[in-house]
C-alpha cells in the first residue's frame, strides 16, 4: 500500500485548509485511516483518524475538536481532513497514516510524505 497525500499550504490565522490522502493498494479490512502531526521540536501526535470498523469510528484530538473535520469514501480509500479556523499553533508537517490491524498484538503503520501547513498570525 502507498499513501499519496495532498493539500497543505499557507493561510493567515482563522483561514482554512483541507488535505486528503489515498490509500493506493488493498488496505487490510480491519484498518484506521488519518492524520498525524510533528513539528519540530515535538513528537508526531494524532490529529484525526476514522476505522473501517467499530464504534466510534472517528478519533479527533482535543486541540481539533469543532474546528477539523475527518472524512473517508470508503469506495476511493481516501481520507480527507477539513481545518478550519487554523491557528498559528498548528503550523506543523503534517502526515498521512494507514495503520493495518491484524489481531490484537500485531499491526503495521503505512505514513505517507509530509505535507507542511503553515498558519501566520
Known amino acids: 500500500v502507498q499513501l499519496q497525500a495532498s493539500g497543505g499550504g499557507s493561510v493567515q490565522d482563522g483561514g482554512s485548509l483541507a488535505l486528503s490522502c489515498e490509500a493506493i493498494g488493498e488496505p487490510f479490512k480491519w484498518n484506521t485511516m488519518g492524520w498525524y502531526r510533528q513539528g519540530v521540536r515535538s513528537e508526531r501526535e494524532l490529529v484525526a483518524r476514522v476505522a473501517s470498523v467499530g464504534t466510534p469510528r472517528t478519533n479527533i484530538a482535543d486541540f481539533a475538536k469543532g474546528r477539523f473535520t475527518i472524512t473517508k469514501d470508503n469506495a476511493k480509500n481516501t481520507v480527507y481532513l477539513q481545518m478550519n479556523n487554523l491557528k498559528p499553533e498548528d503550523t506543523d508537517v503534517y502526515y498521512c497514516?494507514?495503520?493495518?490491524?491484524?489481531?490484537?498484538?500485531?499491526?503495521?503503520?503505512?505514513w505517507g510524505q509530509g505535507t507542511l501547513v503553515t498558519v501566520s498570525s
Open positions: 497514516n494507514l495503520r493495518e490491524v491484524y489481531n490484537d498484538y500485531q499491526e503495521y503503520n503505512y
